[in-house]
T-cell receptor, first 112, second 114 residues
């Protein structure tokens, strides 16, 4: 039972354009969402997060949008750069649990 | 420098030969956990620990053991490894788990069981 789903295993975007990575969740008790970025041969690193009381959080080129009614969040990267090429995981947590549930990841490739 | 250190980075072993993957963090974090990453399955939690001597099962605990005798260390033990435990393993730590807390990950241990 995959509570956090990233339905696109891969995404290819041209440098300078917008990258949009999507994530869906099924558990309505989730109230905090995070995005992690992972380069090959490295561990995931925290990128950006959003609380369920917000619908948008921005940090430089990265913006996360949350649509609670649709149980959907997205990560926008503008403009995309070759260094953004990595695997992106979304993750969710809920107040009543000590678990962080990860999605399956989306591999982003930014080409020149 | 704040970090989570795992050892070894790469390990090839034979079925049934006990092994331990070490994990150490220098951030005085209470919460530590182990994940495995498999193609198409993302990161799945194996075990976690909320503090010294407090551990609990994650989503895929079968075939693994952990211990938390000191706050900074959280080793993962495979008593009798099998080929289906071939995977990429990550240790993570955070000040607490749940809402508002980011986890810091180690660099990973690629384990192959033949």
């Amino acid at each position: 039972d995959q509570q956090v789903k990233q339905n696109s295993p891969s995404l290819s975007v041209q440098e300078g354009r917008i990258s949009i990575l999507n994530c869906d969740y099924t558990n309505s008790m989730f109230d905090y969402f995070l995005w992690y970025k992972k380069y090959p041969a490295e561990g995931p690193t925290f990128l950006i997060s959003i609380s369920s009381i917000k619908d948008k959080n921005e940090d430089g080129r990265f913006t996360v949008f949350l649509n609670k009614s649709a149980k959907h969040l997205s990560l926008h990267i503008v403009p995309s750069q070759p260094g953004d090429s990595a695997v992106y995981f979304c993750a969710a947590s809920a107040r009543y649990t000590d678990k962080l549930i990860f999605g399956t990841g989306t591999r982003l490739q930014v080409f020149p | 420098e704040a970090q989570v250190t795992q050892n070894p980075r790469y390990l090839i072993t034979v079925t049934g030969k006990k092994l331990t993957v070490t994990c150490s963090q220098n951030m005085n974090h209470e919460y530590m956990s182990w994940y495995r990453q498999d193609p198409g399955l993302g990161l799945r939690q194996i075990y976690y620990s909320m503090n010294v001597e407090v551990t609990d099962k994650g989503d895929v605990p079968e075939g693994y053991k952990v211990s938390r005798k000191e706050k900074r260390n959280f080793p993962l033990i495979l008593e009798s490894p099998s080929p289906n435990q071939t995977s990429l393993y990550f240790c993570a730590s955070s000040s607490r788990q749940g809402v508002g807390t980011e986890a810091f990950f180690g660099q990973g241990t690629r384990l192959t069981v033949v």
